[in-house]
């Protein structure tokens, strides 16, 4: 079934929409209007005022004028508040959400029923009717990881859910390996899309955020993300690039910390714990070696720009292809990284993707490299987080550490990762978390609209 998109013409439609998205099953009431002097989304989530070096990069690897750079990056900080309005309100009939366009000018939301395309274009996004809904391809996609053995896992090494197809994509090295999988894994072919290529994705070996770092004196790696847990400092990085135990040292070659946790495969995550003559900064190192800040982790949709440091290639910008993406490497399957069209190169592993201000994750692997170009796959940030205990850097004020295990009906605490639909209550009101990230301690629902939906 063809994708609908209904958009302009619905536009006069859009009284009786906003009846039809107050109206929806389960939906929460619409917002009240943020007053006219309060944050907008591009403000809140720092795409406001982008630094040199991210305009820089995204007019270099993008193609884009300055002032198409800075409109994108406050369209993709405002389209992420609507689709997550919308990913609430349609439930279980939501497919799906991305921007396009150069400067991300238009959002299309999927449903699988048409009857919500007033309620989505009064939101100011296109409505794309399909098939199948976003859960139901999910539960296919894990079907098909379920699936995979020794075998067809080196001939299928990467699967994702495409919004923008409203399909299972296989990334094989023949139709034959994929149609084989599908079999196996006894799910409707209908769904599924099949990509052949040669390109088996490797993880980024031998290798502030950006910076060198060295693994036993042997292997060399990327910063990701400084983060502090309680007293101690550090930073997030990928699992590939040490064990529990390991010791590091720095650009300078400088003894630096000890890995205090690693997974990988499975997932592609670390951090490790520096010593007391190494400090936790928000920066992370940008075109030029000039720093840009890390406000957030607010996580981008498909179809933003992303842009990569790393100690081997430096600063590079692309877009982000497909989240919760499952990609097999020679050492084992890494589910949940999101898939980009950013280069990078061996010893970029576990460097830092940022979208506009807000953290996305730390390079895993990938194919291809910043000579011919490639794709690459990054673990999201915000797991790594919530898995360890851990408060992101940024230049906002940030106090507390986040409680284990999480409850995600409890009271808001600043530390702690909401994805969407997460209900909190924060001064005796309640709301609904619109887009996944780690709460900031000057970034309380009631002044970020952007991020919380009161009810």
Same mark, same amino acid.
């Given at each position: 079934?063809?994708?609908?998109?209904?958009?302009a013409?619905?536009?006069?439609? !859009?009284?009786?929409?906003?009846?039809?998205?107050?109206?929806?099953?389960?939906?929460?009431?619409?917002?009240?209007?943020?007053?006219?002097?309060?944050?907008?989304?591009?403000?809140?989530?720092?795409?406001?005022?982008?630094?040199?070096?991210?305009?820089?990069?995204?007019?270099?690897?993008?193609?884009?004028?300055?002032?198409?750079?800075?409109?994108?990056l406050?369209?993709?900080?405002?389209?992420? !508040?609507?689709?997550?309005?919308?990913?609430?309100?349609?439930?279980?009939?939501?497919?799906?959400?991305?921007?396009?366009?150069?400067?991300?000018?238009?959002?299309?939301?999927?449903?699988?029923?048409?009857?919500?395309? /007033?309620a989505?274009?009064?939101?100011?996004?296109?409505?794309?009717?399909?098939?199948?809904?976003?859960?139901d391809?999910?539960?296919?996609?894990?079907?098909?990881?379920?699936?995979?053995?020794t075998?067809?896992? /080196?001939?299928?090494?990467?699967?994702?859910?495409?919004?923008? !197809?409203?399909?299972?994509?296989?990334?094989?090295?023949?139709?034959?390996?994929?149609?084989?999988?599908?079999?196996?894994?006894?799910?409707?072919?209908?769904l599924?899309?099949?990509?052949?290529?040669?390109?088996?994705?490797?993880?980024?070996?031998?290798?502030?955020?950006?910076?060198?770092?060295?693994?036993?004196?042997?292997?060399?790696?990327?910063?990701?993300?400084?983060?502090?847990?309680?007293?101690?400092?550090g930073?997030?990085?990928?699992?590939?690039?040490?064990?529990?135990?390991?010791?590091?040292?720095?650009?300078?070659?400088?003894?630096?910390? =000890?890995?205090?946790?690693?997974?990988?495969?499975?997932?592609?995550?670390?951090?490790?714990?520096?010593?007391?003559?190494?400090?936790?900064?928000?920066?992370?190192?940008?075109?030029?070696?000039?720093?840009?800040?890390?406000?957030?982790?607010?996580?981008?949709?498909?179809?933003?720009?992303?842009?990569r440091?790393?100690?081997?290639?430096?600063?590079?910008?692309?877009?982000?292809?497909?989240?919760?993406?499952?990609?097999?490497?020679?050492?084992?399957?890494?589910?949940?990284?999101?898939? =980009?069209?950013?280069?990078?190169?061996?010893?970029?592993?576990?460097? /830092?993707?940022?979208?506009?201000?807000?953290?996305?994750?730390?390079?895993?692997?990938?194919?291809?490299?910043?000579?011919?170009?490639?794709?690459?796959?990054?673990?999201?940030?915000?797991?790594?987080?919530?898995?360890?205990?851990?408060?992101?850097?940024?230049?906002?004020?940030?106090?507390?550490?986040?409680?284990?295990p999480?409850?995600?009906?409890?009271?808001?605490?600043?530390?702690?990762?909401?994805?969407?639909?997460?209900?909190?209550?924060?001064?005796?009101? =309640?709301?609904?978390?619109?887009?996944?990230?780690?709460?900031?301690?000057?970034?309380? /629902?009631?002044?970020?609209?952007?991020?919380?939906?009161?009810?």
């Open positions: 079934m063809a994708h609908r998109h209904i958009g013409a619905c536009a006069a439609m !859009t009284a009786l929409g906003a009846l039809v998205l107050t109206a929806l099953p389960g939906a929460a009431a619409a917002a009240p209007p943020v007053p006219a002097d309060g944050p907008s989304a591009a403000r809140t989530l720092g795409a406001g005022t982008p630094s040199t070096a991210m305009l820089r990069a995204l007019r270099r690897d993008l193609g884009l004028t300055n002032a198409q750079a800075r409109t994108r406050e369209n993709e900080a405002e389209a992420g !508040t609507r689709a997550g309005r919308l990913q609430i309100a349609l439930g279980k009939r939501f497919a799906g959400a991305w921007v396009s366009g150069a400067t991300s000018a238009d959002l299309t939301v999927a449903t699988t029923d048409v009857a919500d395309a /007033p989505i274009v009064a939101d100011g996004a296109r409505a794309s009717i399909v098939r199948t809904g976003l859960a391809l999910k539960a296919a996609k894990a079907k098909l990881d379920s699936a995979t053995t075998t067809t896992v /080196p001939e299928v090494p990467v699967r994702y859910v495409d919004v923008r !197809t409203n399909h299972v994509t296989l990334q094989a090295t023949s139709r034959a390996a994929a149609d084989a999988l599908v079999a196996a894994a006894g799910v409707d072919s209908k599924v899309k099949v990509r052949v290529s040669a390109d088996r994705p490797r993880a980024l070996y031998d290798i502030r955020g950006g910076d060198a770092y060295y693994i036993e004196n042997t292997a060399r790696c990327s910063v990701g993300f400084a983060v502090t847990k309680a007293d101690q400092q930073f997030a990085s990928a699992g590939h690039c040490g064990k529990a135990g390991d010791t590091t040292t720095g650009f300078n070659m400088v003894a630096q910390g =000890t890995f205090q946790a690693s997974v990988f495969p499975g997932h592609d995550m670390s951090w490790v714990g520096a010593n007391s003559d190494w400090t936790a900064t928000a920066a992370v190192k940008g075109e030029g070696d000039q720093d840009v800040q890390v406000a957030g982790s607010t996580q981008a949709l498909v179809g933003a720009a992303i842009c440091s790393g100690s081997t290639t430096g600063w590079h910008c692309g877009t982000i292809e497909q989240h919760d993406t499952s990609v097999t490497y020679s050492e084992g399957t890494v589910d949940g990284v999101t898939r =980009t069209t950013v280069c990078a190169e061996p010893g970029d592993s576990g460097g /830092p993707y940022l979208s506009g201000a807000q953290a996305q994750g730390v390079t895993s692997g990938g194919s291809g490299d910043c000579t011919r170009g490639g794709t690459t796959f990054y673990q999201p940030i915000n797991p790594v987080l919530s898995t360890y205990g851990l408060v992101l850097k940024t230049n906002a004020a940030q106090t507390e550490t986040p409680a284990t999480v409850d995600p009906t409890s009271s808001w605490v600043s530390g702690r990762v909401y994805d969407v639909g997460a209900q909190v209550t924060y001064d005796g009101v =309640t709301y609904l978390c619109l887009q996944s990230h780690q709460a900031q301690g000057v970034l309380q /629902p009631a002044a970020t609209p952007a991020l919380w939906q009161r009810l």
